[in-house]
């Protein structure tokens, strides 16, 4: 009833309006036939640019290990980061029948899991000369090892010490030389954060030990539990390259050497045998001692007095790729900083990768025009207990003496014109036909 209803309408319409219609509808139909085609060659053509030994400068051996359940994790050294792409997406497991074997990159990275409480408060006093306390109510026994105390005071330091109950009864000592500070100079620097083993308890007791001091304004406290992963992390070599005082800026600037093109850094320790001062630290990175990017501050300090005795000598920063760290230590007016020492670090990056006892393997990389590979891997090592996995070494890298610079690779259109244009000659013939029908058909009627 409806294919009826929609004829007649049809041949209620001029013929131009029929012709239109018509063309449209089934013109559409001819072309997509082909379009679905060249997208599903594109595809195809993509997905099987197997490994090819050619396009590849350099490898490396990976060194024999035996693993009960066949997996293993490969480390990456300098000379890899160096020669390969910025991602790694170039490297390719091979083994030694030429087959490329799927891996998946693992990087043991820090992770944070925080679970927070805001605690009833209550029995808040102060003894004279002696300490400021507070008592802090969870409702119910609750794990937690993390206390945040909230004041306004400015210019402190002080002891802290923190007990745990159930019935308010019977009190355990968890910290008992927990410290807070604040220092609002120049550079304002502030911690009411105060780390203890962790605990379950409803009841937590907290002493702020104030002496002749006068008593700190606490106006609230928070609590939670911090389950904290650390990363799997490798020290990097480094070698100061230059120092310099820039007047104008007010500012030591020293450039670190990391040795290798794109290594991975996301970790600075500077030592200094200087004491009672501050200074903000940029950091920057770079592989050509030109180009500087990721630009990056942190605070260095270190103070003992009588009144203060806190330390900060390391700086986390977001990972960057590059040989060379910049870093600005701004100085102001102060004498610029002796320093001692320099540490570097990042997270260790391996290759997850199932392997045969019988057979030996090679890590490929040096090919700038190498796309990520894809494999079911991926998502295999989700349920693989990576921690366990033996981890190997890579031996002395080799350059391939078959190896062929490629520039970037064309559109398939281009590799394959024949194909193309045989394509685009049926699409063209074949709604070319049917219009021509068409118009007959239409004359007729």
């Known amino acids: 009833m409806s294919h009826s209803r929609t004829q007649k309408s049809l041949a209620d319409r001029p013929w131009q309006d029929r012709l239109f219609s018509s063309a449209l509808c089934i013109g559409s139909r001819i072309v997509f036939v082909p379009l679905c085609l060249c997208g599903f060659l594109s595809l195809v053509l993509t997905s099987l640019a197997d490994f090819t030994k050619t396009e590849w400068q350099f490898s490396k051996p990976v060194e024999a290990a035996t693993s009960n359940d066949g997996y293993l994790r490969v480390s990456v050294d300098g000379e890899v980061y160096r020669h390969a792409q910025r991602s790694l997406a170039d490297l390719r497991l091979v083994d030694d029948l030429g087959k490329e074997v799927p891996y998946s990159i693992y990087a043991q990275r820090e992770s944070t899991a925080q679970e927070s409480y805001e605690p009833k408060i209550f029995?808040?006093?102060?003894?004279?000369?002696?300490?400021?306390?507070?008592?802090?109510?969870?409702?119910?026994?609750?794990?937690?090892?993390?206390?945040?105390?909230?004041?306004?005071?400015?210019?402190?330091?002080?002891?802290v010490e923190i007990a745990g109950s159930n019935d308010r009864k019977q009190w355990f000592v968890l910290k008992a030389d927990g410290c807070i500070f604040d220092f609002s100079g120049d550079q304002k620097i502030h911690l009411t954060t105060i780390k203890y083993p962790d605990s379950k308890y409803r009841y937590l007791r907290v002493k702020v030990w104030n002496g002749k001091e006068e008593p700190l304004t606490i106006e609230g406290a928070s609590l939670s539990r911090v389950k904290i992963t650390p990363a799997r992390r490798a020290v990097r070599g480094v070698r100061l390259h230059s120092r310099e005082e820039d007047a104008k800026l007010k500012a030591a600037i020293c450039v670190l050497d990391l040795s290798y093109e794109n290594l991975p850094a996301d970790f600075l320790m500077i030592d200094t045998p200087e004491e009672n001062f501050s200074r903000m630290v940029e950091i920057q990175g770079g592989n050509d001692l030109k180009t500087w990017e990721s630009s990056q501050q942190g605070d260095l300090y270190r103070f003992r007095t009588d009144k203060y005795s806190v330390e900060k000598k390391t700086l986390r920063f977001q990972e960057m790729r590059c040989r060379y760290l910049k870093l600005l230590i701004y100085n102001h007016d102060d004498p610029p900083l002796k320093l001692a020492s320099f540490e570097v670090q990042s997270v260790e990056e391996d290759l997850v990768c199932r392997a045969q006892p019988d057979r030996s393997y090679s890590l490929y990389y040096g090919n700038p025009q190498a796309h990520a590979p894809r494999y079911d891997f991926e998502r295999l090592k989700n349920y693989l207990s990576l921690e366990t996995i033996p981890r190997v070494g890579v031996g002395a890298e080799t350059e391939n003496g078959s190896f062929r610079p490629s520039g970037p690779k064309r559109p398939w259109t281009e590799r394959k014109p024949v194909l193309f244009w045989s394509v685009l000659v049926l699409m063209v013939f074949g709604l070319g036909t049917y219009i021509v029908r068409l118009m007959m058909k239409v004359k007729a009627a």
């Open 123 to 159: 029995n808040r006093a102060v003894l004279p000369g002696a300490y400021s306390t507070l008592t802090l109510d969870l409702e119910q026994e609750t794990e937690s090892n993390t206390l945040v105390l909230i004041t306004s005071s400015r210019n402190f330091k002080r002891r």
